[in-house]
Structure formats: C-alpha cells, structure tokens
C-alpha cells in the first residue's frame, strides 16, 4: 500500500514529494527499497538512528530530513550527515522525548548548537 501511495502522489505532481518513515518499523528495509525504486526524493526519519540510512538514501539524491526532540538527537543527526532537522516538541503528539520540551522553546535552543537547516 505504501508503494500505491506513492505512484498517486507522483500522478498528482510533477514536484518533488516527501514521505515520513520511523526508523523503527519492523519493514524498514522494504519501506527504503521502495523509496528508492519510485524515486522519491525526499525522505522524513524519526524514531531511531538516522545514520543506518543517510548515506544510502543521499546516495541515490535523496535528502534526509530526521525529526529531533532535543538538542542530544539534534546533534546527532547532523553528525549522521543529514540533510536538514526538524525540531518538534512536546506538544506535536506522539512521542517526542522525555524532556517535554514544547517547539517554540525547542526550536532557538537546536539553532544555537547545529549547522543544517533547521525546520
């Protein structure tokens, strides 16, 4: 179904498109086979270590965006190499940390301490 998904957004733009992938599904590796295959271009990562896949994905010109909690996952994503970080807290819903850091206090702490873009 992931896949079907995909061929419809690529019917409905000629755009450049992301999709969200959490590192932690049981399916990963075929949810990054088909990513590549259909030619997405841009790849979401959450939930676990963006370093298993960064440089696969980029590899392939895809650009790795990974979804950070706190300053700690922040850094460590750039050290993985991604392309850019989303700082998203507390209040986003589903888990986003133990700290309860909400984004508007998130965002200015993440700014001062990496390089990539910051969204």
């Known amino acids: 179904i992931f896949r ?3 061929q ?4 409905a ?3 450049p498109f992301g999709v969200n992938i959490p590192l932690m599904y049981p399916s990963i590796d075929q949810l ?9 271009k841009i790849v979401f990562t959450s939930a676990g270590n963006p370093k298993l896949w960064t440089a696969k994905l980029q590899e392939q010109d895809i ?4 979804v950070v909690s706190s300053i700690k996952f922040a850094l460590k994503a750039q050290e993985a190499g991604v392309d ?3 700082a998203e807290g507390f ?4 888990h986003n940390g133990r ?4 984004t508007f206090t998130l965002i200015p702490m993440v700014k001062e301490q990496i390089q990539v873009p910051l969204i």
């Open 99 to 102: 700290e309860e850091t909400t």
């Open 84 to 86: 850019a970080v989303v």
């Open 4 to 6: 079907e998904h995909i």
């Open 13 to 15: 733009t000629d755009k």
């Open 91 to 94: 209040e986003a819903g589903g």
């Open 8 to 11: 419809k957004c690529k019917k």
């Open 32 to 40: 990054m086979k088909i990513v590549i295959e259909e030619g997405v």
């Open 63 to 66: 650009k790795v965006i990974h």
